[in-house]
């Protein structure tokens, strides 16, 4: 007999692996997130059984499931028939949604090199300029009209998960296109970075995990001993690049770094790797950092230093906050430009 624990309630099930309840109807497949754990978005499923009589539930992150019938009483026996029923019910249906997220992870993909073919050169983006990166090494150099964007992404008419199409009608006119590629350098995605706030968007539906923007004057691949820097944001890897002179791709996120400095190893075997961690309130980018130094061989971690008394000031005076927290903050605040550097 199995030992998948068994309750009357889908939310008894829920709190037994962690996620939080959501309503149930029969034979439906709903997404919800794991308890307490930002990270965790989408990361619990629940599956109602055909008949109405009870479902399944399971916690992605930790591979713990529960069943729950209505009408269970404790110490009533259910058939181990019963359980690897609901089991091969929700694993079959896992199966079918892995496919289509491949499936969207492809046509977004071939949207993104749609959308990568319109962009036009760019050379004085307002989000590198205000980043004080602008001119720098490998600096992304395309950009597109926010509309062109939105036309090509309405014609693609991809199958969301939500059933709703992407708007980026709200965003600033010029979206700056940051290509996110995988360790062989096929473009999967497009992160857009806008010219008035310096908003990040993400495809929709787009893959993520792993994905990183790589500067264009680094090799796709190459078993070069030369160390290579590995950070969250774009900017932040563009300002690596002035202070230390070291190449450096951007893994997008703290949640990404360790899938991203996996598929960097894969790229670049022979090179180590520096992770070049934002100091957030959190932590989250240092844990991010950490966990990639965990995982992958020849990986250390610079976490970014608490600026000076003069280096904070000059930030404050450049930016108007007093919150540094990553490399290009530090940059800002040691008045190193790329032009500085030649």
């Known amino acids: 007999m199995t030992d998948t624990k068994i309750f009357n309630s889908v939310e008894a099930a829920c709190q037994c692996v962690g996620i939080e309840p959501r309503p149930v109807r029969p034979g439906a497949f709903v997404r919800t997130n794991v308890v307490n754990d930002r990270r965790g978005k989408g990361d619990g499923v629940i599956k109602g059984h055909q008949d109405g009589k009870g479902g399944i539930v399971q916690n992605w992150k930790t591979g713990k499931q529960a069943l729950f019938f209505y009408d269970y009483r404790e110490g009533q026996k259910v058939t181990k028939a019963a359980v ?140 070069s001993r030369e160390p290579i820097g590995l950070c969250e944001g774009v900017a932040t890897a563009l300002s690596v690049r002035v ?49 990639a130094a965990m995982t992958v061989d020849n990986v250390r971690v610079a976490l970014c230093p608490e600026l000076t008394s003069d280096e904070l000031r000059r930030f404050k005076e450049i930016t108007g906050t007093d919150r540094p927290t990553d490399f290009n903050d530090l940059m800002i605040g040691r008045a190193i430009t790329p032009d500085s550097k030649r």
């Open 84 to 223: 690897q029923a609901y089991q091969r019910e929700l694993a079959a249906r896992l199966r079918e949604e892995a496919k289509q997220t491949a499936a969207r992870h492809d046509a977004v993909a071939a949207l993104a090199a749609q959308i990568m073919q319109a962009a036009k050169t760019s050379f004085s983006h307002p989000y590198l300029r205000r980043k004080r990166v602008l001119g720098a090494p490998g600096a992304p150099a395309f950009e597109i009209d926010r509309n062109t964007a939105q036309a090509l992404i309405d014609r693609a008419q991809i199958p969301q998960a939500d059933g709703k199409s992407q708007s980026i009608r709200w965003a600033g006119g010029r979206l700056l296109c940051v290509p996110l590629t995988d360790d062989r350098g096929v473009l999967r995605s497009l992160q857009f970075i806008d010219s008035n706030e310096g908003t990040k968007i993400f495809m929709k539906g787009g893959q993520k995990a792993g994905l990183f923007w790589r500067p264009g004057d680094l090799p796709v691949q190459s078993w």
């Open 243 to 291: 202070l230390f002179g070291l190449p450096c791709v951007a893994g997008i996120d703290a949640g990404n770094l360790k899938a991203a400095a996996q598929n960097l190893r894969r790229a670049y075997p022979s090179a180590p790797i520096i992770v070049f961690a934002d100091r957030d309130a959190n932590n989250k980018g240092e844990l991010g950092a950490k966990a």
